[in-house]
């Protein structure tokens, strides 16, 4: 059926398909890569099927009718009440393992697959997801004249749109029977109510962190592991509030990516806690480069005076000599200089230079005048000579000469010694003003 007129533009009263690509949730970041795809008995071996819903919600179903699914499919499960729509994104082997690693139990009874979405169950699904947001946004109000310390943060409806799930987030425990009610008689719906933290709501939310790349919350974490101050501490970051929390008001979860390798390198580094003596200072310790291996050590405690850097392994010396009752004259090592800093980079063809075409561009243009003049009188030369071609092609057989000066005079140019014999060439007759 065709669904333009004569003026090919489309007919709002057609409405278009869904499709089951236009249905998918967009931006999931449950993803799971199934190394076992390549293996078509992997996908026999069990009924069980993973099951995607929203951005951070996942259910485990069994296929009881035996329904031809890949991931990807669009599925209708069981639910309380009615049924729900989802994204299939295991099958087979592999969502053993995967319900193994997430602690939920096998031999529990388990929901089940109805059937593939029908376009029926798709256009419910659609409308759904459509009210989600302004219902949040309405909630929120309903929460805020009822009195109530909390933050509505997200809404998710069922697929049939019987249910409508709503995630909050409290400092403390919150008395929400009478918001409850309120909710089911303005929509109509079932209610559930789900606490979740400040970085589950991130997550949620979405956006980009001080990095410039999308919030780890976001595009691949599903679990949060506590963060702590001595994170910093141990990389040496200065504990600035404003800069160690994240869009969450809560410390970053990045700071725990590193700590475990700055952990393992300070343990081959000497104790901090420990001052080194010479003859002259005291020395205290001021400042440490964990992967150079360098120490800074300063001679008072409270501020930094006398620094002086030196080798962690020159510090391990100089403590094995202070349990000995030896002072060293200096802390420096024996040949009493500092070892050259390791230049990560040096600019050795000056490419880094702001002023680097400017010499350049000075000398072109010298090129360019002198080649200027030199290419006009070129052109004069060839304008003047083309006329007496059989006199020569020198300049000075163009021209008269000049006065006070004949013709056989050897500073005339246009004395040349011919090619015969040696005899003078004849100089050019000067031209008849008449004609």
């Not at 343990?267 to 992967?291: A, G, V």
């Not at 050795?348 to 680097?356: A, F, K, M, P």
């Not at 003049?373 to 059989?390: C, F, L, Y």
Request: net charge positive.
């Amino acid at each position: 059926m065709n669904n333009t007129n004569d003026n090919n533009t489309i007919n709002p009263s057609e409405k278009t398909l869904l499709t089951p690509e236009s249905c998918r949730r967009k931006g999931a970041k449950l993803e799971v890569y199934d190394w076992l795809a390549d293996i078509p008995e992997s996908h026999d071996e069990t009924d069980l099927v993973e099951v995607r819903f929203k951005n951070t919600r996942k259910g485990y179903y069994r296929n009881t009718t035996h329904i031809k699914l890949v991931p990807g499919d669009l599925v209708a499960v069981e639910a309380s009440p009615g049924h729900d729509i989802g994204e299939v994104t295991l099958t087979g082997r592999l969502v053993t393992l995967q319900m193994k690693k997430n602690n939920v139990k096998t031999d529990t009874e388990l929901k089940r697959v109805y059937r593939k979405a029908k376009p029926n169950d798709l256009e419910k699904f659609e409308e759904a997801k459509a009210k989600e947001h302004d219902t949040m946004i309405r909630a929120r109000k309903i929460a805020e004249d009822l009195h109530l310390d909390m933050k509505i943060g997200d809404v998710e409806y069922q697929g049939d749109g019987n249910k409508a799930i709503f995630y909050y987030i409290a400092d403390e425990r919150v008395d929400f029977r009478q918001l409850i009610k309120v909710l089911a008689e303005v929509f109509r719906v079932r209610i559930e109510m789900k606490q979740i933290g400040a970085r589950q709501e991130a997550g949620r939310i979405g956006g980009l962190g001080p990095c410039g790349r999308q919030l780890c919350c976001s595009g691949w974490m599903t679990s949060f592991v506590s963060v702590a101050t001595s994170a910093a501490r141990f990389q040496d970051i200065a504990l600035n509030p404003q800069k160690l929390a994240g869009q969450c008001a809560k410390l970053k979860c990045c700071l725990n990516y590193e700590a475990d390798a700055y952990v393992e390198a300070q343990k081959r580094l000497p104790s901090r806690e420990i001052p080194l003596e010479t003859k002259l200072n005291t020395y205290y310790h001021f400042k440490t480069d964990i992967f150079k291996r360098e120490m800074t050590y300063s001679t008072d405690k409270s501020i930094a005076a006398n620094l002086v850097t030196v080798d962690a392994d020159r510090v391990f010396e100089v403590i094995a000599l202070n349990k000995r009752g030896i002072k060293p004259d200096t802390l420096e090592s024996e040949a009493g200089t500092r070892a050259p800093e390791r230049r990560e980079f040096e600019d050795v063809v000056g490419q880094d230079s702001l002023t680097r075409f400017d010499k350049a561009k000075k000398n072109k243009k010298k090129n360019n005048n002198g080649g200027g003049r030199n290419n006009n009188n070129g052109r004069r030369q060839q304008a003047n000579g083309g006329d007496n071609k059989s006199a020569g092609n020198n300049r000075g057989q163009s021209k008269p000469p000049r006065h006070g000066k004949s013709g056989n005079d050897k500073g005339d140019k246009g004395e040349k010694p011919a090619s015969n014999g040696g005899e003078k060439a004849p100089t050019p007759e000067k031209p008849d003003k008449k004609d």
